[in-house]
Every structure is written in C-alpha cells, then in structure tokens.
C-alpha cells in the first residue's frame, strides 16, 4: 500500500496568515493526489484534485501544488471558516489512502 | 443538486451483522463509480471499499475484506455496504462517497453523503 504522511499534525495559525501543509507519498502517485477539509460533524469536502485543480466552489485562497511525491496544500489568507482538518488522499492506486490529517486552530 | 443519503446504522454486537444503505440522487447514478470510506472517533479517514459504475470491479481494504462486501442497484441509484463479522474496531462514521470517474483509479471523491454512525460494542 502506499503509505502518505502529512506534516505537520497540527498547526496554530491566525486569521489572514499564509499557511501551507505538505504530504508526502511513499512512492510516485504522479499527479493523483487530492486534497479534503474535514470538519466536526460534516462531510470531508474536496478542495483540491489532481494536485493543482481547484474544485468548482471552492475559494481561490486554496491551492495545490507537486507531483511524484511531495505535495504541498496553501492557503493564501486564512479566514475563520479555514480552521478545520485536512487530509491529503493518494488515488493512484487501490488501495486509496489519505494521510493523518492536519489540524488546523486559531492561534 | 448531488445528494447522498446513508442509512441502516446503529448500536450491533460484535460478530453481527449491518447493512448499510446510500440513496443517490441529482447525477447519473450508473456513470460513476461509488465508495465507501470511514473514519473511527478520533481517527482519520480511512477508504474501505469501491465499486465501478457496472459492478464489474469491486475493491476492499485489507481490514475489511472477507467481510464486507460492497453492491450497488443503478436502477434503484442506490449503493450497499453488507458487514458481517463485526469488530469494535469497524465502529466509525461511514461515508457513501461518489467518484468522478466511471471505472479504475485515478479520479477523486466529488460528492459525500453526511455520514451515519456504526458502533460495534458488547
């Protein structure tokens, strides 16, 4: 299975700051890698898809960026409704995977 | 407006059995593959099992198969998660999720259902 890691766990940061959050797969998954934010008690919510593409609806402050193995997750200016969990997610092969999740607090 | 609705969750015993439902609606049901993925209290999201758009190909994760075995009725735009030999540690959110593509890796998860809780305990 290909393993992804996502760094860092958790990450205290304050609104309009520029934050980014990187994965890490343990072998290529090309450009097959998606980004989710999860908040407590609703559904993960796609952000990013095939490492760069914005998904429809969702705020240009968002944006993905690599390939291969190292990806990275930034948003531009945090605002309130930024604070939440995101998990990367591999789908280049099955078994789809995601990483541990980045918890991300006001500051 | 894409909307999935889970139902069939509850408090089971362990080694019993569940069976999951999620109702489809707004999108061509049979043009795309469907997933389920979970996520234990505190835990992160874990993928569990996918179905292509003509129930030819049909995937699991190591910790569920043998189990769990996934189904879907494009005439009724539904999808089904059948768990049998239950453990505590199955007990989780489960989430009916629609892929983008029809068939194979490669895609993402779009759409999600709001999810429904799975508690597997004596």
């Known amino acids: 299975d290909i393993q992804m890691t996502q760094s860092p766990s958790s990450l205290s940061a304050s609104v309009g700051d520029r934050v980014s959050i990187t994965c890490r797969a343990s072998?290529?998954?090309?450009?097959?890698l998606n980004w989710y934010q999860k908040k407590p008690g609703k559904a993960p919510n796609l952000l990013i898809y095939?490492?760069?593409s914005l998904q429809r609806g969702v705020p240009s402050r968002f944006s993905g960026s690599g390939s291969g193995t190292d990806f990275t997750l930034t948003i531009s200016s945090l605002q309130p409704e930024d604070f939440a969990t995101y998990y990367c997610q591999q789908s280049f092969r099955i078994p789809y995977t995601f990483g541990q999740g980045t918890k991300l607090e006001i500051k | 407006e894409v909307q999935l609705v889970e139902s069939g969750g509850g408090l089971v015993q362990p080694g019993r059995s569940l069976r999951l439902s999620c109702a489809a609606s707004g999108f061509n049901f049979d043009d795309y593959s469907m997933h389920w993925v979970r996520q234990a209290p505190g835990k992160g999201l874990e993928w569990v099992s996918g179905i292509n758009w003509n129930s030819g190909d049909k995937e699991y994760a190591d910790s569920v198969k043998g189990r769990f075995t996934i189904s879907r009725d494009n005439s009724e735009k539904s999808l089904y998660l059948q768990m049998n030999s239950l453990r505590v540690e199955d007990t989780a959110f489960y989430y009916c999720?629609?892929?983008?593509?029809?068939?194979?890796?490669?895609?993402?998860?779009?759409?999600w259902g709001q999810g429904i809780l799975v508690t597997v305990s004596s």
């Open positions: 072998q290529s998954v090309s450009s097959d």
């Open positions: 999720t629609k892929d983008f593509g029809a068939s194979g890796p490669g895609w993402y998860f779009d759409f």
């Open positions: 095939a490492a760069s």
